[in-house]
T-cell receptor
Framework: AQTVTQSQPEMSVQEAETVTLSCTYDTSESDYYLFWYKQPPSRQMILVIR??????QNATENRFSVNFQKAAKSFSLKISDSQLGDAAMYFCARGLNAGGTSYGKLTFGQGTILTVHP | DVKVTQSSRYLVKRTGEKVFLECVQD?????MFWYRQDPGLGLRLIYF???????EKGDIPEGYSVSREKKERFSLILESASTNQTSMYLC?????????????FGDGTRLSIL
């Protein structure tokens, strides 16, 4: 089975500090996409950042950036200048570009709960 | 903004009941998905649909069925609810243009089977 693994069930960070959430994935495909989603407590899951596997440059969205290591099949999320509002469950996900009915299907990791301390 | 609406935030049902969870999206997305979310297991795909009346099984379809009669609506059916189906259920939708399309999620339905 092609899986996505988040090895850190919980992480914590002090406000204004930097934290990195880990994700590894398994795929035999060469064309795929990676996503980080955020699920705040009792709120809707939202997209944080997206990375195309064919791009060598790491994606960045304001305080959020990724470290994409294709050979190692690693896709970590770095949150800089952490804020209280960053506290949430974070999910890593992989989508394939294999065509047909697989377009848009994602495989999710187990999630990492991030706590931000004031 | 994309709006994915799930009919209930909280639902309590009894063992053996037939349960319907409804999901509606307003962005003309081809794909719609049903997941269940359990602690330590992440999101697991139950079923998805890539077009009206079209469906495919996900990773854990046993005990569930789905219906998609209109493009904007995707229903999850628990044929005979059991206590092990107590969980958070998430609906999502996306375009089916390529693999880079993000999924948009509803608020979730926390279902308890007594």
């Amino acid at each position: 089975a092609q899986t996505v693994t988040q090895s850190q069930p919980e992480m914590s960070v002090q406000e204004a500090e930097t934290v990195t959430l880990s994700c590894t994935y398994d795929t035999s495909e060469s064309d795929y996409y990676l996503f980080w989603y955020k699920q705040p407590p009792s709120r809707q899951m939202i997209l944080v950042i997206r990375q195309e596997a064919y791009k060598q440059q790491n994606a960045t969205e304001n305080r959020f950036s990724v470290n994409f290591q294709k050979a190692a099949k690693s896709f970590s999320l770095k949150i800089s200048d952490s804020q209280l509002g960053d506290a949430a469950m974070y999910f890593c996900a992989r989508g394939l570009n294999a065509g047909g009915t697989s377009y848009g299907k994602l495989t999710f990791g187990q999630g990492t709960i991030l706590t931000v301390h004031p | 903004d994309v709006k994915v609406t799930q009919s209930s935030r909280y639902l309590v049902k009894r063992t053996g009941e037939k349960v319907f969870l409804e999901c509606v999206q307003d962005m003309d997305h081809e794909n719609m998905f049903w997941y269940r979310q359990d602690p330590g297991l992440g999101l697991r795909l139950i079923y998805f649909s890539y077009d009206v009346k079209m469906k495919e099984k996900g990773d854990i379809p046993e005990g569930y069925s789905v219906s998609r009669e209109k493009k904007e609506r995707f229903s999850l059916i628990l044929e005979s609810a059991s206590t092990n189906q107590t969980s958070m259920y998430l609906c999502a939708s996306s375009f089916r243009r390529s693999g880079n399309q993000p999924q948009h999620f509803g608020d979730g339905t926390r279902l308890s089977i007594l």
